[in-house]
């Protein structure tokens, strides 16, 4: 493993894992600190974001967490402050968090909708507008959003369809507005990948193999797929990569 985020900072935001095993976010979180990053794990649930910090910390990493619902702008602030006290700068921001609605247009409520909105979308908002003035202090910095295949192929969910278009819109704003303060901002396009949100639903056989046959790589990914490339995009190796949408697939985007 490469020290290439040594002397960085990372705030990994939905660095929980919901449930049992690694979901994207812890598994980020662990390779960023395996990198040589300090990394301060937020999520909703305490428990979630200490776990992330315990691996780290058992690994010989540095970690700090926090509980913090980015629903919220002031717990959104309080994360980037928590990063300045912990660490003294902020070099890398990776939203994480994102929910589906499971609704198609036609049953969705008002209230799911501005949910999934207020959780994917806004929440991102609001942990860069928190983020961005520290990273210009700080000479730069680097932001990795969460996205998926969804929010570029009709899928049936429309608030996590369309929210995550949003998330995609967002990113190239901030590429094309902040690169002139050194802050490279890209978003990972995620598809199929093995965590415990996504899991049950292939314990359905069939909806297993659909899935299956739907990507040409014929298998789904690992979270520590995803987290290698957002290593990647955080570290100095990317140093000329911004407002890039970076399918993560397995090649699902291209079918
Ligand atoms: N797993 C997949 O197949 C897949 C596919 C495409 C995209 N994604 C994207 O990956 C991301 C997360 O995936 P995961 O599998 O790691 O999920 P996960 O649920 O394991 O992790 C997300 C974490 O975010 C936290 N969280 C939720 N709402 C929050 C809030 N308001 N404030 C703070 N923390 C909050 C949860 O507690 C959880 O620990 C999402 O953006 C999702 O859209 C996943």
Redesign the pocket.
Known sequence: MSNRLEGKTAIV??A???GEGV???KAVAVRFAREGARVLC????ET?AKATADTIRSEGGTAEYLA????RADHCQGAVDACMEHFGRVDVLHN????PSLMEITDMTEEAWDHTFE?NVK?MFMMCRSAIPRMREGGGGTIVN?S??ASIRSFPDAAYTAS?GAVNSLTIYLAGRYARYNIRANCLV????D????RPAWEDERVRQINLKQVPLRRFAS?WEVASVAAFLASDDASYVTGAIIPVDGGLCIM
């Open positions: 935001v939905g929980g894992t919901g979901g994207n976010g937020v999520d909703r649930f979630a913090a619902d980015i629903t994480n968090v994102g929910i959780v929440g969460v998926t295949v995550k995620l598809g199929y990948i965590t415990p949100l996504a979270p």
